[in-house]
């Protein structure tokens, strides 16, 4: 595969870290292969998703967005065929999508807790599903799951967020056993605090509060998880499945 150009897809990849993850999958020459073939997914925001692709826009880049409910199994295979169908196949998934509904557990309804098991952890199921007959077929593929240290140390108001993100974890260590046999590796990727819409929100003294907790005293960047991604679906990662690389900054060592 190190001379193919290869084609990704990525979920939640209109913001926040999902939107870096493709801008550098789109971009970036990582060991002579240039992954330049990306397909995101998308929940709500049409908008962003055409200045994305306007914002990547390049003769040689094929990008393309499609529209869908992560949480639907039906939904998600339609997705995956029509991305298939675009870019010519697919290499690599990005299981990226994700939300919160944060709250006590004696304040937290049903839904709140259903929602975000749906979007966070079935999600990754319903397109890991919809990648693995082609990617056994070629018997090549690269998986990278999206977790976060919550799901490693815990978060008083995100037992549900917290869950799904644990989830990730069990099940992706599952698929890298499942997988390897077929040249496919599975791996995880836990963000610390990173900037992004969710903690632009924070006043300059929750952000201070947060990095006293932080080795290298400052939040990470999409683009620090974004790096660390590429690196999983490149060919220098080959001998690597199963793991959970935490991108916090040393806070949880």
């Known amino acids: ?26 971009s970036r020459n990582c060991c002579d292969v240039l992954f330049s073939d990306v397909a995101f997914i998308y929940n709500s925001c049409d908008e962003c998703a055409k200045e994305l692709i306007e914002e990547i826009k390049h003769p040689e880049i094929k990008i393309f967005g499609f529209k869908a409910d992560v949480s639907s199994l039906e939904q998600a295979q339609a997705t995956v065929n029509a991305a298939i169908e675009k870019l010519g196949g697919v290499d690599i998934l990005i299981n990226n999508a994700g939300i919160t509904r944060d709250n006590l557990l004696l304040r937290m309804n049903e839904k709140d807790f259903d929602d975000v098991i749906s979007a966070n952890l079935k ?37 549900n967020y917290a869950a799904s993100k644990a989830g990730v974890i069990g099940f992706t260590k599952s698929m890298a056993r499942e997988l390897a046999s077929r040249n ?19 006043s300059d003294e929750q952000k201070a509060k947060l990095t006293q907790n932080i080795p290298l005293g400052r939040l990470g960047t999409p683009e620090d998880i974004a790096k660390v991604v590429a690196f999983l679906c490149s060919d220098q990662a080959n001998y690597i499945t199963g793991q959970v690389i935490s991108v916090d900054g040393g806070m949880t060592m």
């Open 1 to 26: 595969m190190s001379n193919k150009t290869k084609k990704a897809i990525v979920t939640g990849g209109t913001r926040g870290i999902g939107r870096a993850i493709v801008k550098e999958l789109a």
């Open 123 to 159: 999600s990754v199921f319903n397109y890991t599903k919809a990648v693995l007959k082609p990617m056994i077929a070629q018997r090549y593929g690269r998986i990278v799951n999206i977790s976060s240290v919550v799901a490693l140390i815990g978060n008083a108001g995100q037992s």
């Open 184 to 202: 496919i590796t599975v791996n995880a990727v836990a963000p610390g605090f990173i900037q992004t819409d969710m903690t632009n929100k924070l």
